[in-house]
């Protein structure tokens, strides 16, 4: 599945606002909104944004929020 798309999906599946999202994936609150602006997704950062994607369970049983 295309990055943008599992984003969006990981979004709405999480109830998770856009800018917390990048704030905590990337320490970026702007990258969901540039990313739907048209932003091109390196692939050292699209590995970054997948390995928090697919941890943020575990990340969120130890740390509430």
Not at 8 to 32: C, H, I, M, S
Not at 56 to 61: K, S, V
Request: hydrophobic share 35%; charged share 30%; no cysteine.
């Amino acid at each position: 599945m295309h990055i943008t798309r599992q984003i969006e999906r990981f979004l709405r599946d999480q109830g998770l606002p856009p800018t917390k999202f990048g704030r905590l994936a990337a320490g970026d609150p702007r990258l969901v909104l540039d990313i739907r602006m048209g932003r091109e997704i390196r692939p050292e950062m699209e590995m970054k944004l997948r390995h928090f994607m697919s941890n943020y369970g575990e990340q969120t049983d130890r740390h509430p929020i």
